[in-house]
Each structure stands twice: as structure tokens, then as C-alpha cells.
């Protein structure tokens, strides 16, 4: 039987994980060890796109997940019936009736969603039985890790677009349905001001537009025969594709049709201009209808625009008013993956104190911070910028740190709480042992709060080319332990 949306999608996704989570989870439950709590937390290691922050997002869905999260008995039913080799757990069913009967008593901390965040910053921070908080792995980092990414990629589209409105027209170009829908979810959060995608718009409460495809101007006998059908079948969304045949000379054919419209109280409300070279076109796509006095016409512009290609076309003087962005944006062309990650970073057996742990590599940047971890962010209140974010343990800082550092230089360093700095923790309480304590913000509200963000964010920072760096670093006693654990780790310390 082909699978469907029906089949795949159940009233849990609790087999959407992988494989290897469930092997270990075998191996944990075989050894007695499945009451261990431990802790996680995913991070990235580099700001997406070159660029100098992230949006963070997928807290909703995963809130989502969460709430609704256990293993199905129809899915067990199914995976012990799998065959896969060299691997016994499938059959074995006790350890079934074990996954059947684990609950979601899970403790999570969360940077809400909208929020700037920073390379090396845990986004999440999980407490949960081992076994559970090591399943939520794979799914945790492609929620989050993917409508971060777009949700970025949409704030640095709205950031050079400054005022024009931005339109997300990607749903046929989107990895999957699914993705469609993350995406839109996303890129709306992140800045976009209305999505094509239908599903989309219903579910998340997402304004929708759109207009017309080439196909219905091709199957009138005219250009003029397809814009008067058009015209008077939605007399209020009089928006027209001019490039089917020639941009400039379909331009010209809406201003000779200006009288018909005008007999009619119909308004030449805009154009969009799908191909060729959008500087000159609109250029002079706005002379030809500023000399009709249809000054109030709009002209959008689409074609693989992402924000190098929009903020070379300002800065060419494009008249254009707004934007319609697709493949670039939901496949976030230039990086595709935000490079997530999720490590464990404590453990804790027979609710003993925590052991911290961490991993090591030989590249720097890929060696995890051990601890109990948050963030605090440092606001300026003379010019309302955030200034700095200080990682640190929750069992281990001082009432008053002197220093953070940067945990890639150590000579790196910057004093704590400068003069007219107020500091704050950036995450929040989610779920305290499976029960939730969080209130979700609407979309919405979401969306007006990445513009509150965005606005305290220096301008240096936001940039899309070589982006001034902003200060992310360890508490001085956390990264203290992070050295003595790694030397520890390498048998050059006792």
C-alpha cells in the first residue's frame, strides 16, 4: 500500500526519530540504566548565511510534539514486526511494553520563538530520563533546526526590504508538503507579510495572496482579453503578470485599457514583473505608468529573489514596492542545513548530584560546553541594544561573574555588567516533569515580537556582509570547569 499524509502522520510522531536512538535506548533499558536523568541542549555552531544572528524557531511545534508525545501501540505492533538485522530489541516484548508505558515527564527550557539568538547559545535546554530526552534527539533538531533557518533567512529578506511588503511564494518549491508548511510557518514569524500557501494560511492564521500564472494570460487570444477576464472577475485584486510575452509592451496594453477601467471604477491596483532584468524593467515599467497617472499602481517583482539579489536592486534605484519570494527562501538556498547539534552535558544517577560531561574533537568550535546551562543577554539602557549574551551553569555562578570568555580565544575576554547594563535570562520554562507551564504567543504576536528584537539589534550585526561579531562567551567558572574537564579528558590533568 502506498503510504498517504493518513498513514504517516498519526496522533503521535513518536517513531519519528532515529534508529539508533532506539538502539541505544535498548541498550540503557538491558543494563538497568533507563532512570538516569540527564540533560541536553541544542545549540548551532555558526550564524546562518554568513550572517551575524539567528531567529529562533519551532518552539510551537515542539510544544506540539510534546504535548502529544507517546509511543503508539499500533507502531510498536508495527516495528516489532520490522525486520532488521542484528537487532534483537524488536523483539523483545518487554522492552516494547517498556517504550509503550514511558511517559513524556519532561523538563524543558526554551528561548521563546522570535528571539535573536547566537552561534554556540543552547536554544533548548531538556531534563528527562535519558532514554526519553536521547528519542526527542532527531526530532528536536529538525524542528528547530529547520524554521530557525528560515525564519533568519526571512528577517534578512524584510531587513533590506525595509517597508516593502514581503510576499512568500515558495509553497512548489518547498522540500516536501510538510516542509511546505514549516516553511511558510516560518518565514511568516521571521518577517514576511503574506504567504501563497493555501494549507498554510488556514492553519497558522497567515494573511494570503496571489494573483495569476502565465496560464491564464496564454489562454485568452490577448494580453487585453486575459486582464479584462481578470478585471472583472476580481475587481478588487486588479494585480497583473506583464511578463507572458514582453514586460514593457504589456504595460503599455493596461495603460490603453485605463479608460475601460476607469468606466468600470476598476483600479490598475499593480503589475508583477516575473523575468528579465528587474532593475530596468521596473524602471521603466514606472514611467509608463507614472505618465498614465497611475502613480498609485504597485509594481511586485518575483524570480529567485532572495536579500543579496533585493539589495543589489535597491541599490540600482528599482521602483519596486514589493517582493515575492520562493525557492531561495523555503529551501534556504545558500545554506540548507542550519548545522545543529544536541549534546548531552549532564548526567545524574539516584538523584545524586549532577555529573558534568562533554565532548571533545579536535576542532575547538566542536567541543561542547559541559553543565546545567542558560543564558544571560545584556541590554543597554541608554540606547535599547542588547550588548552581549554570557553562557553559564545554573549550579555554579557566582552572585556576581567578573568576566565572560570567549570560548574559541581565551584572550578574548570582556568585563560583565558594564555601566547602564541590565542583564536577563534568556530561557524560559516550558514543561516542569511533563506538565506545561508556558503560554504560547500567537503567530502574530510572534511576528511583532522579531520586530522588537530586530530593532535592538545594531545595525553592525545585521548586516549582510562580513557582520560585526557579537559578544557570546562563558562565565568565567564555567569556562574554568570547561578546561579542567577537557584536560581531565585528555589525561593531562588528575
Not at 328 to 351: E, F, H, I, R
Amino acid at each position: 500500500m502506498t503510504s498517504t499524509s493518513k498513514t504517516i502522520y498519526n496522533d503521535s510522531l513518536s517513531l519519528l526519530t532515529d534508529f539508533y536512538q532506539l538502539s541505544m535506548a535498548y541498550a540503557w533499558w538491558k543494563q538497568g540504566s533507563y532512570d538516569i536523568m540527564a540533560t541536553y541542549h541544542l545549540v548551532f555552531r555558526k550564524n546562518p548565511f554568513d550572517g551575524g544572528y539567528a531567529i529562533a524557531c519551532g518552539l510551537n511545534q515542539f510544544i506540539e510534539i510534546i504535548n502529544s508525545w507517546h509511543f503508539v501501540l499500533a507502531d510498536l505492533e508495527a516495528l516489532a514486526k520490522s525486520k532488521v538485522e542484528f537487532f534483537e530489541p524488536l523483539q523483545d516484548k518487554k522492552f516494547l511494553e517498556y517504550l509503550q508505558n514511558l511517559k513524556s515527564k519532561i523538563s524543558l527550557k526554551a528561548i521563546p520563538d522570535g528571539s535573536i539568538v547566537f552561534a554556540n547559545e543552547p536554544i533548548i535546554q531538556v531534563k528527562a530520563p535519558i532514554i526519553l530526552g536521547q528519542i526527542l534527539e532527531s526530532i528536536a533538531l529538525n524542528i528547530f533546526g529547520y524554521e530557525t533557518l528560515i525564519a533568519t533567512k526571512a528577517s534578512r529578506i524584510k531587513y533590506v526590504s525595509g517597508n516593502d511588503k514581503v510576499l512568500e511564494f515558495g509553497l512548489r518549491r518547498a522540500h516536501g508538503f510538510d516542509g511546505a508548511l514549516s516553511a511558510s510557518y516560518a518565514a511568516y514569524i521571521g518577517g514576511c507579510d503574506a504567504t501563497s500557501n493555501t494549507l498554510a494560511a488556514i492553519k497558522y492564521d497567515i494573511p494570503l495572496e496571489g494573483t495569476i500564472a502565465h496560464s491564464f494570460i496564454m489562454s485568452f487570444a490577448s494580453e487585453e482579453e486575459a486582464f479584462k477576464a481578470y478585471a472583472q472577475t476580481f475587481p478588487k485584486n486588479t494585480v497583473f503578470l506583464v511578463d507572458t510575452y514582453n514586460s514593457l509592451n504589456a504595460v503599455r496594453k493596461l495603460v490603453k485599457l485605463k479608460p475601460w477601467f476607469d468606466s468600470r471604477q476598476y483600479n490598475i491596483l499593480g503589475i508583477r514583473l516575473d523575468s528579465g532584468d528587474l532593475a530596468y524593467l521596473s524602471i521603466e515599467a514606472r514611467k509608463i505608468l507614472d505618465e498614465a497617472n497611475l502613480t498609485d499602481t504597485k509594481i511586485i517583482a518575483s524570480n529567485d529573489l532572495d536579500e543579496h539579489i533585493i539589495y543589489s536592486l535597491k541599490q540600482q534605484n528599482a521602483k519596486i514596492d514589493a517582493w515575492g519570494v520562493g525557492t531561495k527562501l523555503v529551501t534556504a538556498y545558500d545554506q540548507p542545513a542550519l548545522g545543529a547539534v544536541y549534546k548531552l552535558s549532564a548526567v545524574s544517577k539516584n538523584n545524586q548530584d549532577w555529573d558534568y560531561k562533554l565532548k571533545l574533537s579536535e576542532q575547538t568550535v566542536k567541543i561542547s560546553n559541559p553543565g546545567i546551562l542558560d543564558i544571560k543577554r545584556f541590554f543597554n539602557t541608554n540606547n535599547n541594544l542588547y550588548t552581549a549574551d554570557m553562557i553559564y551553569d545554573q549550579y555554579i555562578l557566582k552572585s556576581q561573574a567578573n568576566f565572560m570568555i570567549d570560548p574559541e580565544d581565551f584572550t578574548r575576554r570582556r568585563e560583565v555588567k558594564r555601566k547602564n547594563e541590565i542583564a536577563f535570562d534568556l530561557l524560559k520554562p516550558i514543561f516542569v516533569e511533563g506538565k506545561l507551564v508556558y503560554e504560547s504567543p500567537s503567530i502574530h504576536e510572534i511576528k511583532q515580537y522579531v520586530v522588537n528584537e530586530m530593532q535592538r539589534l545594531h545595525d553592525s550585526t545585521k548586516r549582510l556582509l562580513n557582520p560585526h561579531r557579537y559578544p557570546v562567551g562563558l562565565e568565567e567558572e564555567l569556562y574554568n570547569l570547561k578546561t579542567h574537564l577537557i584536560l581531565k579528558a585528555r589525561g593531562l590533568e588528575a
